[in-house]
């Protein structure tokens, strides 16, 4: 399979993050993909590819362009007032306050993130540009005719919706990536999001939506972030009722629990009868993720490569989440060769 890839990413590396009431160093941090990459070199899982540019156009299809033009230019605006350390918002609007965007860069900041948890850097646009710009290339790739394609994005995207970002996440790459097959004359998507997390971001994107099934397994939101989405009844929305699927699990969940939904989740999709699959491959769902509570080992990651091949759909691995650092490279390319074998 073909990866495609662009050393961009580097450009985005912050600081800090809050975990556990504690500022400390980034989880989502440059040596991620560096690992990824150096094993689908070391594994020969394929050719490996500079992105293609589309431009902003396909980036707003999905995010609203004054979301877009937000994190285009928010650096510029915050090293205007003296400031040289990670944009990081401090207020949300709760319930009861109505969303009015302020016109003050941190007000601002505010209005279009859910959380504190993706810090805006110098390098951070051109990194979470060209992110999504591998992983319309790989979509245009596997469109073109190819069986899988596998888009080394950095930074991720899943938690990032129409209007916010947050939870590591700017550009939600694999909603892009499925609307730019839309786009293209394809009918049907489906989403199939193995993160750790649950993928909040495209859930909301396509809550309404018949086009794309969205399908998420994660950590149960009443005990794991993003604390908000995730739970079983979200099933969708007006005519996109039924097409959103969450299976939220305990922590400590190891194969044989997560397997199941897994397998729940291929019915759900085979039965959809989507033209292609897109991925969102994050691999936070390791036994010694930092921050991640399930139980899976290295070699699972073969069986879910291979029953994700079962479907026997065209499909396409967006990269999302994993901190591991040391075993996220393993992790992620053995669900690859499982799927191309
Ligand atoms: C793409 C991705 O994987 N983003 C994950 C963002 C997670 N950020 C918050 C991490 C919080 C860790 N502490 C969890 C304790 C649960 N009670
Ligand atoms: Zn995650």
Known sequence: MRTFYSDDHRLHHANAELNNGQLMPCFEKPSRADMVLEQVKRTGLGPISEPLDFGLAPIKRIHSPEFVDFIQHAWQRWSALGRSHDMLPLAWPPR??????????????????????APLTAGSWQAIYSSAQVALSAQTHLCAGAQSAFALCRPPGHHAGIDYMGGYCYLNNAAIAAQAMLD???????????????????????????????????????????????????????????????????????????????????????????????????????????????????????????????????????????????????????????FDA
């Open 184 to 338: 293209q004359g394809t009918s049907k998507v489906a989403i199939l999001d193995v993160d750790f997390h649950h993928g909040n971001g495209t859930q909301d994107i396509f809550y309404q939506r018949t086009d794309v099934l969205f399908t998420s397994i994660h950590g149960d939101p009443r005990n794991e972030y993003p604390c908000f989405a995730g739970y079983a009844d979200e099933r969708g929305e007006g005519t996109g009722l039924g097409y959103n699927h969450n299976y939220p699990l305990p922590a400590g969940s190891d194969w044989s629990v997560w397997s199941q939904a897994l397998r729940d989740a291929l019915r759900q999709i085979a039965g959809f009868g989507a033209d292609y699959l897109i991925v969102s491959l994050g691999v936070d769902t390791y036994m010694a993720d930092p921050i991640s509570s399930f139980k899976l080992d290295s070699p699972d990651y073969l069986k879910m490569g291979e029953l994700i091949a079962g479907l026997g759909l065209p499909t396409l691995f967006v990269m999302e989440g994993g901190y591991a650092v040391d075993e996220i490279g393993i992790n992620a390319v053995n669900v690859l060769t499982a």
């Open 96 to 117: 009861r306050m109505p969303p009015r965007c302020p016109d003050d860069i941190d007000g601002q900041l505010g209005y279009y993130s859910f959380d504190a948890g």
